[in-house]
């Protein structure tokens, strides 16, 4: 970007303000969001960052302030257009809120099958395409529960991509996962914000500093390769398998995934970790 060049926004809140009975979560929040980049939300559990979100999807109204999308005030629009920009969005669930009864190729399909009118084989084309992006080929008959819990992130996120939106939002994508799954699957939403150029919306925890201004000018090792999302660094990964993986794990099929996230020391099981995740992992206390 040029000296002086501004970024388009994608979304503009001006003054966003809710209450949950006496209890102020958003007061007067104003801020742009640039189409087609990464916007990282930090701070501690409770601060109002998924409020935020359900806000941008509309999903809540605001109790005072504008949200607007497309030259449109959200809280303003009645039912029928709300839906329709709604359609423009995807989402990446805490959980991946995946439906355990059903496959992997079924739950990604199910937002096609529930909104538009393509014919199985369509959908089953724009399935594959969506595995494979986030690698997870070759997974589609499996169930949730038999995949580790990074694997279930990947297909909750190609879920949310399969309608082909232009905003994606990731509540805390990193929860509950080790090191090593968060570190692959930061390098994946930095591949797809790439190869998209959809607008990325990230919320997480903040790792606790006394100031912001601490953690964002430390020298740490670990702090660095956390703020940038990198796999390249000391957080649970051998410097051999820094030298040898790709950047990214889009276009792998889930056995390649997952034999890459071993090698670089991945623990066996359902891939989730104990206490506070990756922050205790290299020695940092996170939000409660």
Not at 134 to 145: I, S
């Amino acid at each position: 970007m040029g000296e002086g060049e501004t970024l388009e926004a994608e979304i503009s809140v001006r003054g966003l303000t809710k209450a949950f009975g006496t209890q102020t979560v958003l007061e007067d929040i104003t801020c742009d969001i640039p189409k087609g980049k990464i916007t990282l939300m930090l701070g501690p559990s409770g601060t109002g960052k998924s409020v935020f979100l359900k806000h941008v999807m509309g999903l809540l109204r605001p109790d005072r302030g504008e949200i607007w999308i497309d030259g449109k005030n959200l809280p303003a629009l009645p039912s029928r257009e709300l839906y329709k920009i709604r359609r423009r969005m995807g989402v990446l669930f805490q959980d991946g809120a995946l439906f355990g009864s059903l496959s992997i190729y079924d739950n990604i399909a199910f937002p096609l099958r529930e909104h538009t009118r393509k014919s199985e084989s369509e959908i089953r084309s724009i399935v594959n395409e969506k595995l494979d992006m986030v690698g997870l080929g070759g997974a589609e008959k499996k169930l949730p529960g038999e995949i580790s819990g990074g694997m279930r992130k990947r297909a909750g996120l190609a879920r949310g991509l399969v309608l082909d939106p232009e905003i994606v939002m990731f509540d805390e994508p990193d929860s509950g996962l080790d090191p090593v799954r968060t570190a692959f699957l930061n390098e994946l939403i930095l591949d797809l914000n790439r190869q998209l150029e959809a607008t990325f919306i990230v919320v997480t925890h903040l790792v606790q500093f006394d100031t912001k201004e601490a953690m964002f000018n430390s020298d740490l090792p670990v702090v660095r390769q956390f703020l940038a999302g990198s796999t390249k660094g000391p957080i649970g990964m051998s410097e051999e398998a820094d030298q040898t993986k790709p950047v990214s794990t889009s276009g792998m099929s889930y056995e390649e995934t997952e034999e890459l996230e071993r090698v670089a020391g991945a623990p066996e099981g359902n891939g989730h970790a104990e206490g506070n995740g990756h922050a205790e992992a290299f020695g940092l206390k996170r939000g409660a």
